[in-house]
Structure formats: structure tokens, C-alpha cells
């Protein structure tokens, strides 16, 4: 079916499958039905057209929720309220309703918690969202938006928002089917593949893996780092006019990093405009990043006045630290247990980012990014650079994984 309202169109495919689809295309569970009042004067309302009671539901159960939106319309949706963005200038059509229902409302709800539950990336959210996927493989097709702990919306059908999200196999050779990457976990929880079902997964791993994607997320990237080497320009500069004790003590450490207070405030203020758009191919937030800025450090340490002094402290501390905090799940679980662990012990971390405590490093309210940084064993401390540098190997084992799925396929492995 296609509907189409002034270049929008929201499309539903049958849901008919056949027997080479069906492990994931089961028949689909019916929607929660909630009482339509169907406005068809109501601003934003596509349907213009007066339907007769029980109508609407019939075409809302017809879509089940199988459409896929367009990025900017999503956007102006999830902005809608917000006065300081671009979006408060959106037209109608980009706040449209059918049958009175927002787009966001249109969508599967029962693959948004899917989706919403791969995002958050823990032990116990990843096993729900296998144990969905493993009772209903046909959610794996659905076109959904999903949020992370951070708020930043991903979207794209749950298989590609765990490709996103960069939650693949952290190594080769897992044995634990708990510490293998999500994407792999769904991908075997939907059971036997065929060779068309396979290429279909192709297909979707293409919003990472593909050409397009890299360009896109490289051009992300880019933007991140350029501004985080302005900030490390900016520490410099203001390490040069600094009057004060220049001691390598914990006191004057808190006191030039008040000095720099507003340099802080503005990096950080340009960082959260990243949180804002639809993230529909690429990463939610490539170590990338940490890499390479690591690299530009390594490089001007002398320029700080060297590794140990309170300008590298800073720029570790709200540069380094405050992109750790904005890693996606299950990359801030690497750092967490410690990039070292990983790439020298090939010890694969645990789905989880809350301390012995109960306490999060990760949480918004955290100190990391503020008073330290996560260093090459996961401990709080302000020397986050040296770990920084080895995401490569974290990276070159992740293409890998990717590699492997998409060339080779998965193996074969018994259901429970």
C-alpha cells in the first residue's frame, strides 16, 4: 500500500510472506487498539477525506507499523517543541498525523522497545531484545526509532541500529554467546537463513559498512574532531596567558580548569548539537574519534608543555573524558573495564556500566568529562590519551566481525 500526501509517502508492504521468508516475516502480532477520533479538519492531518467508524483502524492495522519516514521528518517530530531549532519552522507536512496519530505513534511499537532495548546495550536488555527476535524474527524488518541513554535517536530496523550502535563481536573466537555482539545475537536468534535472507542482511549492514555510510560518518567525524582540536588550541593558548601556579598539583589543576571554565562551557555546548539529528547510517559515536584525536596530542604534547602539566590535564580531562562519556553502549562498556583488557588480554568486558556502587561513569550526571578521565585500565584518573591510542586494534576487530557476516555468513548453530 502507498499513501502519499504532498511528496510524503508512508509505505506498507503485505505481510504475506513466503515459506523462503518466513523465519522473518511471521505473521504479525496485532497492535494495541486504542480508540480513533479521526479529525479530518485537525491541522497536519493527511487523511482528509471524512472515514466512517472502524475505518481507520482497519488501515492503521493494515500498516501495522511497517513505514519508513524520512529522516527530517523524524527530526522535526522529535523538535517539535523545541523553540531553538531549526525545525520550530517545519511545514505541515512535516508534522503530519493520520488518523490523528503522530508519526513517531505510527511506528512498531513493539520493535521501538526492541530497538530501544539494543541501545541501552546491557546484559539484561540485550537478552530480552534476543529473546523478542527469537519468538518474532519478522520485528528484525520493521523501520523504527530508537533512543539511547544519551537521548540521541537512531533510526533504522533493529538489526541496523545494533550495527549503529557498533555492537558486534569485540574479538574472534567468542565462546559465551552472552559476550558476542549484538548484531550477531539477532542475526542467529532469527533462526536459519536462506541465501535471500542472508543477502537482505547484507543489505541492511550496508548503513554501516557501505560506502555512502563511511563517507557520511566520516564527515561526522570530522566535525568532532576539528572542534576538539580547537579546544585543545584554545588550552594552549590560554596555558600561555595563565598567571597562576603552573605546579603540577591537584589544587592548581582545579584552579586553571576554572580559568578555562568558559572554554569548557563552549566545547561542550557544541558537542550536544551532535545529539540532535536522526542517526541513520554510520555510528552513534566512533572511537574513532578518540583515536585520532589521541594521535594530534601525541604529536603536540609539547605545545601543553608536555604530558604532565596542567594544560594536557585539562584537555585529558574535558577533551578525552567527555567523549568517553559519549561513546555508544557497548563501547563504553570497553572502556569501562579498560581498553587494555581488551587489546592485551583479550578479555571481552561485561554488558554493564554500573560501578560496584551502583554509581555510573556514564550517567549525565557523572563526573567523568569534569574531574577525570577513564584510563587504559578503566581506572578514574587524568591520563586517558595513551588508551585512546589503541582503539585501532578495538576497531580492526570490530571490521572484522563485520567482514564475517556479510562474506561469510554466520554458522550454523542449534536453537534452544
Not at 513466503?18 to 491541522?43: G, M
Not at 522535526?76 to 503522530?102: C, I, M, P, V
Given at each position: 500500500?502507498?499513501?502519499?500526501?504532498?511528496?510524503?509517502?508512508?509505505?506498507?508492504?503485505?505481510?504475506?510472506?513466503?515459506?523462503?521468508?518466513?523465519?522473518?516475516?511471521?505473521?504479525?502480532?496485532?497492535?494495541?487498539?486504542?480508540?480513533?477520533?479521526?479529525?479530518?479538519?485537525?491541522?497536519?492531518?493527511?487523511?482528509?477525506?471524512?472515514?466512517?467508524?472502524?475505518?481507520?483502524?482497519?488501515?492503521?492495522?493494515?500498516?501495522?507499523?511497517?513505514?519508513?519516514?524520512?529522516?527530517?521528518?523524524?527530526?522535526?517530530?522529535?523538535?517539535?517543541?523545541?523553540?531553538?531549532?531549526?525545525?520550530?519552522?517545519?511545514?505541515?507536512?512535516?508534522?503530519?498525523?493520520?488518523?490523528?496519530?503522530?508519526?513517531?505513534?505510527?511506528?512498531?511499537?513493539?520493535?521501538?522497545?526492541?530497538?530501544?532495548?539494543?541501545?541501552?546495550?546491557?546484559?539484561?536488555?540485550?537478552?530480552?531484545?534476543?529473546?523478542?527476535?527469537?519468538?518474532?524474527?519478522?520485528?528484525?524488518?520493521?523501520?523504527?526509532?530508537?533512543?539511547?541513554?544519551?537521548?540521541?535517536?537512531?533510526?533504522?530496523?533493529?538489526?541496523?541500529?545494533?550495527?549503529?550502535?557498533?555492537?558486534?563481536?569485540?574479538?574472534?573466537?567468542?565462546?559465551?554467546?552472552?559476550?558476542?555482539?549484538?548484531?550477531?545475537?539477532?542475526?542467529?536468534?532469527?533462526?536459519?537463513?536462506?541465501?535471500?535472507?542472508?543477502?537482505?542482511?547484507?543489505?541492511?549492514?550496508?548503513?554501516?559498512?557501505?560506502?555512502?555510510?563511511?563517507?557520511?560518518?566520516?564527515?561526522?567525524?570530522?566535525?568532532?574532531?576539528?572542534?576538539?582540536?580547537?579546544?585543545?588550541?584554545?588550552?594552549?593558548?590560554?596555558?600561555?596567558?595563565?598567571?597562576?601556579?603552573?605546579?603540577?598539583?591537584?589544587?592548581?589543576?582545579?584552579?586553571?580548569?576554572?580559568?578555562?571554565?568558559?572554554?569548557?562551557?563552549?566545547?561542550?555546548?557544541?558537542?550536544?548539537?551532535?545529539?540532535?539529528?536522526?542517526?541513520?547510517?554510520?555510528?552513534?559515536?566512533?572511537?574513532?574519534?578518540?583515536?585520532?584525536?589521541?594521535?594530534?596530542?601525541?604529536?603536540?604534547?609539547?605545545?601543553?608543555?608536555?604530558?604532565?602539566?596542567?594544560?594536557?590535564d585539562v584537555f585529558d580531562v574535558n577533551g578525552f573524558g567527555t567523549l568517553q562519556r559519549l561513546l555508544s553502549a557497548r563501547d563504553a562498556h570497553v572502556v569501562r573495564a579498560g581498553i587494555g583488557r581488551l587489546v592485551d588480554n583479550g578479555i571481552v568486558p561485561p554488558r554493564q556500566l554500573a560501578n560496584a556502587d551502583g554509581s555510573s561513569?556514564?550517567?549525565?550526571?557523572?563526573?567523568?568529562?569534569?574531574?577525570?578521565?577513564?584510563?587504559?585500565?578503566?581506572?578514574?584518573?587524568?591520563?586517558?590519551?595513551?588508551?585512546?591510542?589503541?582503539?585501532?586494534?578495538?576497531?580492526?576487530?570490530?571490521?572484522?566481525?563485520?567482514?564475517?557476516?556479510?562474506?561469510?555468513?554466520?554458522?550454523?548453530?542449534?536453537?534452544?
Amino acid at each position: 500500500m502507498t499513501m502519499s500526501h504532498k511528496g510524503l509517502e508512508i509505505r506498507s508492504e503485505s505481510k504475506q510472506a513466503s515459506s523462503a521468508q518466513k523465519p522473518l516475516s511471521s505473521a504479525v502480532s496485532p497492535q494495541t487498539t486504542v480508540r480513533i477520533e479521526h479529525h479530518p479538519d485537525a491541522p497536519g492531518e493527511v487523511m482528509t477525506a471524512h472515514f466512517t467508524d472502524g475505518l481507520p483502524q482497519i488501515v492503521l492495522d493494515a500498516l501495522g507499523g511497517d513505514i519508513d519516514i524520512p529522516p527530517h521528518i523524524l527530526s522535526a517530530a522529535l523538535n517539535k517543541d523545541d523553540s531553538k531549532t531549526e525545525e520550530k519552522h517545519a511545514t505541515k507536512q512535516e508534522r503530519f498525523t493520520l488518523f490523528g496519530r503522530s508519526v513517531l505513534e505510527l511506528m512498531h511499537s513493539e520493535a521501538t522497545d526492541v530497538g530501544n532495548l539494543i541501545l541501552n546495550g546491557e546484559a539484561k536488555e540485550i537478552e530480552t531484545a534476543v529473546d523478542r527476535i527469537r519468538q518474532k524474527p519478522h520485528l528484525l524488518r520493521y523501520k523504527i526509532l530508537a533512543k539511547d541513554r544519551l537521548g540521541r535517536p537512531v533510526h533504522g530496523t533493529p538489526l541496523q541500529i545494533a550495527a549503529i550502535a557498533g555492537d558486534v563481536d569485540l574479538k574472534a573466537d567468542i565462546k559465551e554467546e552472552k559476550d558476542r555482539g549484538a548484531v550477531e545475537r539477532l542475526i542467529i536468534a532469527a533462526g536459519h537463513l536462506s541465501q535471500e535472507e542472508q543477502e537482505e542482511i547484507d543489505q541492511q549492514l550496508e548503513v554501516v559498512i557501505g560506502n555512502e555510510a563511511q563517507d557520511k560518518n566520516d564527515a561526522r567525524n570530522k566535525k568532532i574532531v576539528d572542534r576538539l582540536i580547537q579546544f585543545g588550541e584554545d588550552i594552549i593558548r590560554k596555558g600561555q596567558e595563565y598567571k597562576g601556579d603552573k605546579k603540577y598539583t591537584d589544587k592548581n589543576f582545579q584552579t586553571f580548569q576554572a580559568s578555562c571554565q568558559s572554554l569548557i562551557d563552549k566545547f561542550e555546548e557544541d558537542l550536544q548539537l551532535t545529539t540532535k539529528a536522526v542517526i541513520t547510517s554510520g555510528q552513534v559515536f566512533d572511537p574513532k574519534i578518540l583515536q585520532t584525536v589521541a594521535e594530534w596530542f601525541e604529536t603536540n604534547a609539547k605545545r601543553f608543555g608536555g604530558w604532565w602539566t596542567l594544560q594536557s590535564d585539562v584537555f585529558d580531562v574535558n577533551g578525552f573524558g567527555t567523549l568517553q562519556r559519549l561513546l555508544s553502549a557497548r563501547d563504553a562498556h570497553v572502556v569501562r573495564a579498560g581498553i587494555g583488557r581488551l587489546v592485551d588480554n583479550g578479555i571481552v568486558p561485561p554488558r554493564q556500566l554500573a560501578n560496584a556502587d551502583g554509581s555510573s561513569h556514564f550517567n549525565t550526571d557523572s563526573r567523568l568529562g569534569r574531574d577525570f578521565s577513564l584510563d587504559y585500565y578503566g581506572r578514574p584518573a587524568r591520563a586517558a590519551c595513551a588508551g585512546c591510542a589503541r582503539l585501532g586494534k578495538l576497531m580492526s576487530n570490530k571490521n572484522s566481525s563485520f567482514s564475517k557476516i556479510t562474506q561469510r555468513g554466520l554458522p550454523k548453530q542449534k536453537q534452544p
